[in-house]
């Protein structure tokens, strides 16, 4: 299992939550303090796949024993609402749920290709346009454009992750699409959005093909993609965006959460799926 921590400080009143991201098949699991003497942000995170729901409230108890804080000292909980995996979904909003309505915190949905985009700069809080990519399978990438400023006051991760701006929001393009949509997306946004400086975040980019066609469009010397390690939603980037939601009000009752579908179909019948077998064949060259 993976450990990271990072410190973390910003000018805002004092909060604890925990987060929650099994939107992919990494289970990544956070503990944010913000505005204490301890004040950091500790996760765990392990590629877990379909073992995900045996694990998360294990690996929540992991860091709460590890921090010695009670669950009951929370303030919110923070899950990946999407778009992901439609069971991965169900299981990190089922769990906040439940420990929400057994402790009496609120909940607050972060969407995860936000998430992807300000765990790429969270670090030195720069200014940068993120393109945030995840596989959707299908032939199919969900896809959304954001913009991070420089924080108002110059310091502190609460106002940094306030300065998270949604250029375009989260959408499922087809694989084939995919570089003639961002081009559209570029030209819309050409006063701070530039194929070359542009900053790629999430999975889509470690599948081969989607990053020689995007840089047989655009070039070599660009920003260099994730690696396999840095692709999947961590739950303290969830954590420290869930707190700057937290502190704008945006928490809702634990009855009232739900994840963030872009599709409402999840399964293919025998003919598409003949068809998304005969395009691989067709791409592979077979």
Not at 172 to 193: P, Q
Request: glycine fraction near 8%; aromatic fraction near 6%; charged fraction near 25%.
């Amino acid at each position: 299992m993976r450990a990271e921590s990072g410190a973390a400080a910003g000018p805002a009143r004092p909060c604890r939550v925990l987060a929650l991201s099994t939107s992919g098949t990494w289970c990544s699991v956070a503990l944010y303090r913000h505005g204490f003497d301890d004040e950091e942000s500790d996760c765990v995170s392990e590629p877990l796949a379909a073992q995900q729901s045996m694990n998360v409230l294990a690996m929540v108890d992991e860091l709460c024993s590890g921090a010695r804080i009670a669950l009951s000292d929370l303030d919110a909980i923070v899950f990946d609402a999407g778009p992901g995996s439609f069971t991965g979904l169900r299981i990190a909003c089922a769990v906040a749920q439940g420990l929400g309505f057994a402790l009496g915190l609120p909940l607050l949905a972060v969407d995860s290709l936000r998430a992807l985009a300000w765990q790429r700069v969270r670090f030195g809080a720069r200014e940068a346009t993120v393109l945030a990519a995840s596989d959707a399978r299908r032939d199919e990438i969900y896809a959304a454009l954001y913009r991070i400023g420089t924080p108002l006051d110059g310091s502190g991760t609460v106002a940094a992750a306030a300065r998270l701006e949604t250029l375009e929001a989260p959408r499922v393009v087809a694989r084939e699409r995919f570089v003639d949509e961002i081009d559209e997306w570029l030209r819309d946004h050409r006063s701070v959005a530039d194929a070359r400086t542009l900053v790629r975040a999430g999975d889509a980019w470690v599948h081969a093909p989607t990053t020689l066609v995007w840089e047989a469009r655009y070039g070599a010397g660009l920003s260099p993609a994730p690696v396999a390690d840095d692709a999947y939603v961590r739950a303290d980037a969830l954590a420290e965006l869930g707190c700057a939601d937290w502190h704008a009000g945006q928490a809702v009752a634990a009855s009232q959460a739900a994840p963030r579908y872009l599709r409402d179909k999840v399964a293919l019948d025998r003919d598409e799926q003949r068809a998304a077998r005969a395009r691989s064949r067709a791409n592979r060259g077979d």
